[in-house]
């Protein structure tokens, strides 16, 4: 078994649930299903998109703030970095930003992190730049089309490891979701991965 376990958030039954959490490093996103804290919710990373209407709602959310995934992370990861964000993330319209909506939520995460005593990182423009390469979005399509947190956490953790850390394993990846990832581009990535033996990738349950 590899040390390392990221888990998305789509369906995982109670066995790979119980695999994933016995692992030394949990990677999640977001906020996960709560059916996913019925093994424990340990969280070691949590990558926290900086540019998601979602986010607004998670910051405040205290239920979720004093809950089992975020109490355990120790990292909080951002996904998007400032350039990347500016040049190709939407941005809200004016009645959204009338309503508190931002184009980028680092600051606000960067505050929630250090009043919770956690540490933040922010994955590279380079990072971002690579993963939509692999997945075949260039020139107008980057404002189109974006790889998804799971992909790029993906990337992140095989790049920044190496084969004692491997084959990281890979839960609730149903590479179905958000009209605006390409996710039969993302699955054939993942697929070769597992075919190099960098990573598992676990059935959806």
Do not use: C
């Not at 109670?14 to 996103?29: C, D, G, Q, S």
């Amino acid at each position: 078994m590899g040390k390392i376990a990221i888990v998305g958030n789509g369906s995982v039954g109670p066995e790979n649930l119980a695999h994933a959490e016995r692992h030394e490093m949990i990677i999640r996103f977001n906020a996960p299903p709560e059916a996913h804290a019925a093994a424990g919710g340990k969280t070691d990373v949590l990558y926290l998109s900086n540019s998601s209407k979602q986010t607004q709602s998670i910051l405040t959310d205290r239920t979720f703030l004093e809950g089992p995934f975020f109490t355990s992370t120790q990292t909080i990861m951002m996904p998007y970095a400032g350039s990347i964000v500016s040049r190709y993330m939407k941005k809200p319209n004016i009645l959204s930003r009338l309503k508190g909506r931002k184009p980028d939520y680092s600051k606000d995460i960067a505050s929630v992190a250090t009043a919770f005593g956690k540490m933040t990182d922010t994955l590279t423009d380079e990072a971002y730049m690579y993963a939509a390469g692999l997945l075949g979005i260039a020139g107008d399509d980057l404002k189109q089309f974006f790889p998804s947190s799971g992909f790029l956490a993906t990337l992140h953790t095989i790049s920044q490891t190496g084969a004692d850390d491997w084959p990281v394993n890979l839960f609730g990846f149903g590479f179905s979701g958000w009209k605006r990832h390409k996710w039969a581009e993302e699955k054939a990535v993942v697929e070769s991965l597992q075919d190099e033996g960098k990573l598992v990738l676990n059935a959806v349950t």
